[in-house]
Every structure is written in C-alpha cells, then in structure tokens.
C-alpha cells in the first residue's frame, strides 16, 4: 500500500494484527539462532528510510548478540529504492538481506521477485512454521516462504476517546450506527471522520476497510490468479457495493468539508483537537494522532462495520516491515542467522515498539498497547484479509484507485467509473 510518511518512526505499507499474548512462541524463544555458533564477518542489509529507525533498533540487539558480524546498511526512499534493487539483484551486487513487498504489487514484490530466482526460500528455518496463517498467502509462493514480515498492520477507525466521550458517543458496531456516529457529529459541530484526498494514498483506507466484509468474505478467492487473470473484475462486483457505501458516508456528512484540497497532516491535527471524532487509517496513525495531541487524549482503533450483522464485520490488515534474503548473498549464512534473530522475541519486538507495528509472529513478551487490542483479536480469531493491493497484479491497479476516490470527491468520477478503471489496469498483467 503506497503511503507518504511524516514521521521517521512509523513505516510504510504498506502493511496484519495478531493478538499478541497468550498465543504462539515463547519469551525465551530466540527465533532459532541459540542453535547456531556465533557468526562472523560481514553482513549488507539494503531497506526504506521509513524502516530506518526501527530497523535499526533491531540490528542493534542482534549486533550485541553477534558483536562478531560487522552490518552496513544503506537506506533509500521507496521510488528510488525499488527499480535500484531490480538493477542490483540481477547485477548480482545486491545486498545480503534486502527489503521487499508481500505479494504481487509491484516490481520489488515476491510474487515478482520469486520466479526470477531472487529470493531464498525460508520454509526450513525453525521459525517458519509460526508464521500465522493470515500472513502466508503474502509471504508464500511455490510451496515456498521467501519474505519475513517483521510487522503487522491493519485499518480500521481510529477514535479520539476523549472527543467520543465529549458527544457520548462510543465506537459503531454496525453500519447504522456509523451513520448514526456522524448525525451525533454534526449536532455537536464536528465531523465523525477527518478525510484529506490531496495526499492521494489515504483514499483508499475507507474501501480497504469496507471491504473484507462485503466482498472478501464471500469470495475470499475474489483477487485470486492474478497474474492469469483478463477479464472484468471489480466493476459489477460486491466492490460496487464498497463504493456505494463511500459515497453514502461522504452524502450523510460523515467527513470535512473540501476533501479533495485537505492533506494528512490537517486531517491529524483535526482528530487530535477533537474537532473530528476520528479517523480511518492505518494503526501507524495512532501514534502520529497522540504526537500531535493535547497532554491526556487518548486513541483507539476499532474496526467499521459495513453491515448491520456485528458479527460479520471484518478488518484489513497486512504483512508490512518485509524482508527476503538474496539467492546470490555474498554472506547468506549471516543473512540466514539474522533472519532468525529478527523472527524471535528480542528483534521482532525492537522492531514493533518503534514502528507502532505488532509483531508479525506471535510472541509473549511483547506488550501490546490497549489502543490496538481490536486489531489483535480481530486477526487472532480469523476475521481479517490481507490489504488488497498485495495481492493485485501490477502497482496501476492501486494508482486507479488513488486517482479514481480523488475523482469522486472532485465530482469528476463515479465509483462505478472507478472500478472500471481498475479493470483496465488489471488487465495490463503482472508487473
């Protein structure tokens, strides 16, 4: 998932909750790397600048366990760093351990990546078989695991408690009282949801959390065969019914006004002086709304409901803070004893705490922040699905989706308009 970042703490994507106590692995589990001797030598690890700060927390737990292994980094931003690794992987000058996407979205992805003999399979390390399964259809190709997902992300509404209590409002559990949530805006002079287009990556983040429930989870197959896959796909479909509720949201007053011309730090300062009750974003948002906020205001995330069945209601979340290890590794064994102290306790939870991420494979030493606990159970008892873009052939079908929700909102595109566009840019094939 394409996102620009305004804060060097909380990465991309790009990106899946698991609830992260009671569950599998344990505090003295080290990802498998105590079984090894203590490497030596060199180590190259090539990632974002949006994993930068975190990354780097975690390579500095594993150089105090390997002091003996010497690790460069080198970091770049994502339209810079994804056609530079192409060059460099089939150059053969690429890094030991290098960042990549889950799925198939674009030219860094395992999907992509995997058939040209890139990446080195992992499903024989110790960790692999704990990798939770709401993670594999992202991670996996083959038969084979070719990427570890330090993190997990997901959508849903995130609530500024303290302005929600304001209006004695609590979160919705159906669609009615999503609509009802914004009436109880407006009566009290806010909006329920703070909405800005002009940073183009935030309009996909209401249909992503519509979604799972009204399309994926009936036909969890839907994006399916991608790289096969020429006829129309989402004008028609349960997306039509996505759409539709986005636009009976934008005509029940649930967002600002000028939508289109409002950017994402705006829509953060909003949420965090309460003049909207929330937002829907991505858990990152919870800690960039609390950097922001007045002293004492608190926020939590919950997921949206897009029926009036609360048991149906799901939530999208994602692999994110992925990495592979390079075929041709110079250093693959110490690429491979890496892999194994990030997938254990110390440098998954390194990782995690600084992005504001949950770790992608379960362990209980890490404490999880009450404000994500939603997202936790959501994943943990199956009532999430992978963000879509992951799993769609070429990055062009996001971008008519990105460019298509800034076209509604400046009357120039219908939903319908949108997904016919989608369409077409499926049908350009895999990246």
Known sequence: MKRTHTSATVAITAAVGLALTACGGGGDDDGGAAEQDAGSGSLTI??????KEALEASIAAFEEEYPNI?????????????????????????????????????????????????????????????????????????????GLAVTVSGIGAIFNDTAMDEVGATPPTTWSEVLELCSTAQSAGKVAFALGTQDSWVGQLIPFSLAPELVYTDDPEFDSGAAEYTAPHFAGSAWSDVMAK???????????????????????????????????????????????????????????????????????????????????????????????????????????????????????????????????????????????????????VQTALLTGVQGVFDGSKTGDEVLEDMDAAWEQGPA
Not at 46 to 51: G, K, M, P, R, V
Not at 255 to 260: A, C, E
Request: hydrophobic share 40%.
């Open 246 to 396: 986005y636009d009976e949201m934008a005509q029940a007053g649930c967002f600002n006004d000028g939508v289109g011309g409002t950017d994402y730090n705006t829509v953060l300062q909003t949420t965090a002086a309460g003049d909207a009750l929330g937002i829907i974003n991505g858990n990152w948002a919870v800690a960039e709304l609390s950097n922001v906020a007045a002293e004492g205001t608190t926020f939590s995330l919950h997921p949206v409901p897009a029926s009036d069945d609360a048991e149906a209601t799901r939530m999208a979340a994602a692999a994110s803070g992925t990495y592979g290890v390079n075929t041709n590794a110079e250093n693959k064994d110490n690429a491979l004893l890496f892999f194994d102290f990030l997938a254990g306790a110390a440098g998954t939870n390194a990782f995690a705490e600084i992005n504001a991420g949950l770790p992608g494979i379960p362990n209980d030493e890490f404490e999880l922040d009450p404000a994500l606990q939603p997202l936790g159970d959501y994943f943990d008892s199956g009532r999430t699905y992978p963000f879509m873009d992951q799993l769609w052939p070429n990055p062009d």
């Open 70 to 146: 010497e690790v460069t980094t080198t970091w770049a931003d994502v339209d810079q760093y994804q056609p530079t690794l192409r060059t460099q992987l089939t150059g053969g000058t690429a890094a030991d351990v290098i960042q990549i996407w889950p799925g198939a979205g674009n030219s860094a992805a395992i999907a992509v990546l995997q058939p040209a003999g890139f990446l080195e399979d992992l499903s024989d390390r110790e960790w692999a078989s704990r990798v939770p399964d709401g993670l594999r259809p992202v991670l996996e190709r083959d038969g084979g695991l070719y």
């Open 46 to 51: 090539s990632a974002l600048n949006s994993d």
